[in-house]
Structures are given as structure tokens and as C-alpha cells.
């Protein structure tokens, strides 16, 4: 028999999470030819306005069009040679 761990409570002070608001001011990045890279504190939206569950507090969002695990980067851009003015 496996034992189950409880998760941490949602007001663990040791454990940051995605999305959480702890004062990190979040960055974009644009890659060249590639995603945008979103570090620290933030939430992602649809066009709804509903919550996009994340688990990490670095993601690469999509910009060619063709990722099929959108908002998200699959790395398609580079096989369609996708390429950006900057």
C-alpha cells in the first residue's frame, strides 16, 4: 500500500507558487524567431477573461500561431521558419 502526501495549504509561507503575488514584478522577453519568455508573478487569461492554469513561474508563450498546446510554445515556430521583425 502507497501513502499519499496531503498538498502543502494554499498559505504555505515557504513555497511560492505560479502566479502568486510576493512583489516579483513579471518580465516579457521576446526571443528572436521564437516565443515570448514570462518570468515571475503573473496570471494568464483566455480572450473570456478565465483563468489559464500554470505550474511554472517561467513560460514561453507562442507567437507564430501554430503551437497545438496554445497559449503555450511547442516549438512548431522553428520547423514553419517563423520569423519576427526584431
Same mark, same amino acid.
Given at each position: 500500500m502507497s501513502e499519499v502526501e496531503s498538498p502543502e495549504p494554499e498559505d504555505a509561507p515557504d513555497r511560492e507558487r505560479p &502566479? *502568486? *503575488?510576493r512583489g516579483e514584478r513579471p518580465s516579457i522577453v521576446p526571443y528572436p524567431d521564437g =516565443?515570448?519568455?514570462? !518570468? &515571475? %508573478?503573473?496570471?494568464i487569461r483566455t480572450a473570456d477573461g #478565465? =483563468?489559464? =492554469?500554470?505550474? !511554472? !513561474?517561467?513560460v514561453a508563450l $507562442? !507567437? $507564430? #500561431?501554430l503551437s497545438n498546446?496554445? =497559449?503555450w510554445c511547442d516549438g512548431t515556430?522553428? %520547423?514553419a521558419g517563423f520569423r519576427t521583425d526584431a
Open positions: &502566479g *502568486d *503575488d =516565443p515570448l519568455i514570462v !518570468r &515571475g %508573478a503573473f496570471h #478565465g =483563468p489559464i =492554469p500554470q505550474h !511554472r !513561474r517561467t $507562442c !507567437r $507564430c #500561431g498546446i496554445k =497559449p515556430h522553428k %520547423a
